[in-house]
């Protein structure tokens, strides 16, 4: 039904979110943005900046985020927001939104779907599949330019990153990043889709090397409805 390919679309959006927001900064602690002469635009002052979060996140041995993610469509008025939380540990991780849960233990990833009721099993594939984080930053001083946003006025020890992909064919022309420089952390994110698509996502709460036992990234059956369509795709 046209519900649930819209709430289809959205998790599809949010997971991407997710992982380039959180995940390009698991790079090496000492990597070092390239600076080729083509490359001209990037600030080096904002570079310095990046690799100052990329160092903290991976320093984490876990953490766990509450957040809010909303994504609007252009002039229209369609518009979703909710809240969610993602814990991660490793390769690990878990998605938990009211209309979706997402499980990944590194080997399984489970996905269930609260609208239809139905749970689906798949195998973790690593570099290509959505839920392989490395596959998304570890090129990511090589796919993006970056800069402090012109004419913004960011709050107090935060600054305001612009990521501008070097691939013009990539559906989204630019990434905005709120970093708190204090905290080496981003707090807030927007992604500008071409199509006209706007995602934000913000940081309520951010949780650093939290007890996480490696259960919590398994789904346990037991807690859906017995009528639950499992559907295994391993």
Known sequence: ?????????????????L???????TTLFGQKLKTKPEKAMNDPKAGKILLAVKGKIASFKSFKIDFNYTVSHGDSKTKESFAGSYSVK???????????EIYN????IWTYMAANKELQI????????????????ENFDKEYYYQF??????????????????DKKKPMFKIDLIIDVKKNRVVYSKLYEKSGVRQEFTINQFQENIALDDATFTADKSKYPKDVEVIDLR
């Open 1 to 17: 039904c046209l519900a649930y390919l819209w709430a289809f679309n959205i998790m599809m959006r949010l997971q991407n979110l």
């Open 19 to 25: 992982l380039f927001f959180l995940f390009f900064t």
């Open 90 to 100: 490793g390769k690990m991780f878990k998605l938990l939104t009211k209309n979706q």
């Open 105 to 108: 233990n590194g080997v399984t």
């Open 122 to 137: 798949s195998k973790n594939e690593g570099k290509n599949t959505i839920t392989s984080p490395i596959s998304m930053i």
């Open 149 to 166: 946003k012109p004419n913004e006025t960011p709050a107090k020890d935060q600054v305001i990153i612009e990521l501008i992909p070097m």
